[in-house]
């Protein structure tokens, strides 16, 4: 021990323990501390009690003699640490020559463990730039697979380690197989063993038990996780084909089986899969199904999401039936049938094959779809941004399309509710850009709408907004069910349930269109306040017949306002309209059920307020319906 410690110790100002930690941090050693990291000893000032170090971030930085024994652990010439500090360009040369033993440098240094982002921590910022490390990461963690001596664990918050003694990659596989308890844990170690199935030397005896655990985990998970079954018997499959020397343990546990067993909920299935599976088991239906593959495969197209679409669409190229998906995609659209994921798809593959279905009806079955989906937003979105955001799409639609079936294509984009105002005005200039002639029939329909302003009670705007969202939420979602468990029975051309439920989804988009349409237009009121100098809406009218002095009265109230029996009309009524505007003392001709009269207004009134809430009849709200 340094005998200027030693002194301090048999004075009492040291502890022998701090003297002999002390000890090891002379001038020029280095150190870790563990908040402020690597560091350097610049010189002892005992008699002052302190000892400097020099840190990154802290040069010359003073340290109690006690404190810096309790919290600075030396560290030998050969931690890695150490030498970057003292030869930084000898590190770097190592780095691009040997980068195996930089890691076992680094894991060495570390106590034989570290995580990727522990090694990149030290590597980073002075031997690589962020860019550099990724690049080198990548090869060095191959080279180190190679090596043996190191164990690279399959999650990447798990340490690398350093082992004593080199294992080769074949009985590392095999271990990591082994470690694996959850199926899908096992699969993936599986994936690996195929990569790198010639790593094994006796692959018949070394890999055989793989095969059996395998199969007997995919029969023990298919009742639960039929997903993980089918992965993992499409991994055997894949390491049989790599390795012709092993053979099966369950007869008769093959994917094409899986799939008809499965039939009833493949569809539920699929989603699950990764892409490349999904489509091996979609390229199996034929043997799976046999002669009804082909129908299946289009119930997967109805009711799949829009990778299946794609997916089924390859498989159908690759078998030469692309002439069945292309007539019925052609069924689909004159039916307006087709999902939005289907006509996405079509949309984005349009050109070759597909062209010949690029027509006026696409765009009708377009809007019949986002009708149908509105009460689900994400795909009727998708729909509706494809078509507003594709600006050659309606000149591909109605390339070659006379001007009678863009008019018929304008009347229907013009009453459907699948688009807001702005989105139609921009559909529809891209139409007259190839059409000008139908410019005119396109402003007079918005000067029409826009002149069919409806003034309504709050009361009876309450009810027709109740009516229409019973309708989305309820009445249409129903429906789409129906159909969709209709379509599942077969064949469309003799299918009743379908036709039937199609014809339902007619009536029911038609009423949320005139809905959506009357609510678009509907301005309400409370009747508050009316001007009871002329008869006007909110007022109580009093008549008298001249010749028999009989009275009777009639309370003028909203468009949807009407109780006959007790004299309440609509202002839109014939009656109404020969009332509004005159004043007292004028004679009217009403036309009545008994025929034509005169009578004088003797009075007028104003009728009660209604009563509804003003929450319900938020005219805030009713413009969010409108729109």
Known sequence: MDAELQ????SGKLTAKAAEQLDKLKPGTFCL????????????????NQIIIDFAGKKAHPMQLQYAAENLAAIP?????????????????????????????????????????????????????????????????????????FFIPTKKNEPIQLRSAPVSPADELLAAFGRARRPKEQGAALDQIIKLADEFKEPDKQLQPIIAAIENAAARNQKLHPELSFELLLGRDDL??????????????????MIAAEEPRLMSILPNLPAAKEKRILQALPEALGE?????????????GARVVSQIARVFAELGEEAELRAAFERSIREHSATSEMLIWLCKERDGAWRELITPDLLTAILAAVERDQHRESRANRLRDLVLEDRELIGDMFAGAGVGVARDTVRRLLITPAFDELTKRSLLARIVKLYPE??????GGQREEKAAALIVSWSSLAKRRAEHE????????????????????????????????????????????????????????????PDTSRVSIGT?????????????????LGAWDGAPERHIISYQTAIGQALMGHKVGDVVTLNKDEGAGTSEIVAISAAPIDQTPVEVGDPATVDAVSA
């Open 7 to 10: 002194k301090l110790v048999e």
């Open 33 to 48: 501390h563990k908040s402020w990291g690597f560091g350097r000893v610049s010189e002892w000032n005992l008699l002052l």
């Open 77 to 149: 010439p050969e931690h890695f640490l150490a030498r970057k500090a003292s030869d930084l360009d000898a590190i770097k040369k190592l780095a691009r020559e040997a980068p195996a033993a930089i890691v076992r440098n680094i894991l060495e240094s570390a106590g034989g463990n570290a995580t990727v982002p522990q090694i990149a921590e030290w590597l980073i910022g002075d031997v690589f730039t962020e860019v550099e490390w990724k690049r080198w990461w990548e090869s060095t963690k191959k080279l180190l697979k190679k090596d043996g001596h």
């Open 240 to 257: 049989l084909a790599r390795i012709p020397q092993l053979r099966t343990t369950h007869v008769g546990l093959t994917v094409a089986k």
């Open 292 to 304: 009804r593959w082909m129908n299946y495969a289009l119930r997967l197209i109805y009711g799949s």
């Open 438 to 443: 139908l410019a005119m029939m396109i402003t």
């Open 470 to 529: 019973e309708l989305v939420k309820k009445k249409i979602p129903e429906n789409s069910k129906e159909i969709a468990l209709a379509r599942s029975y077969g064949d469309l051309s003799e299918n009743f349930e379908f036709k039937a439920a199609k014809q339902m989804q007619a009536v029911l988009m038609r009423r949320k269109a005139e809905l959506e349409q009357a609510l678009h237009s509907a301005r309400g009121t409370a009747f508050e306040n």
């Open 540 to 556: 109580i009218v009093t008549l008298r017949e001249p010749d028999s002095g009989k009275e009777e009265t009639y309370t003028i």
